[in-house]
Nanobody, 114 residues
Framework: QVQLVESGGGLVQPGGSLRLSCAVS????????MGWYRQAPGKERELVAT??????NYADSVKGRFTISRDNAKNMVYLQMNSLKPEDTAVYYC?????????WGKGTLVTVSS
């Protein structure tokens, strides 16, 4: 079993920034995919940003505004979110794939509103 715990969500004004963190309960050895997804009210969960075998991938809607990063020594995954828009409002989930199994955190709510 692998546990993921997200943090860093909250209320922010349009144009503001937030940094999400995801603590992973094991080392990144054998984890070749990790990333962030989000689910807005009434919508399906969608990809935000991922690392897969060292390659980063971003949703078109966040390119140039969001940056995914990782700290292998601390088993942490981050999502820096800049120039936030109201349409970025969602619950953000951390995801990893370990030995072919997907693991998810419980999510952290990001609300972008004035």
């Amino acid at each position: 079993q692998v546990q993921l715990v997200e943090s860093g969500g909250g209320l922010v004004q349009p144009g503001g920034s937030l940094r999400l963190s995801c603590a992973v309960s094991r080392s990144f050895f054998l984890i070749n995919t990790m990333g962030w997804y989000r689910q807005a009210p009434g919508k399906e969960r969608e990809l935000v940003a991922t690392f897969t075998s060292g390659v980063t991938n971003y949703a078109d809607s966040v390119k140039g505004r969001f940056t995914i990063s990782r700290d292998n020594a601390k088993n942490m995954v981050y999502l820096q979110m800049n120039s936030l828009k109201p349409e970025d409002t969602a619950v953000y989930y951390c995801n990893i794939r370990y030995v072919g199994v997907d693991y998810w955190g419980k999510g952290t709510l990001v609300t972008v509103s004035s």
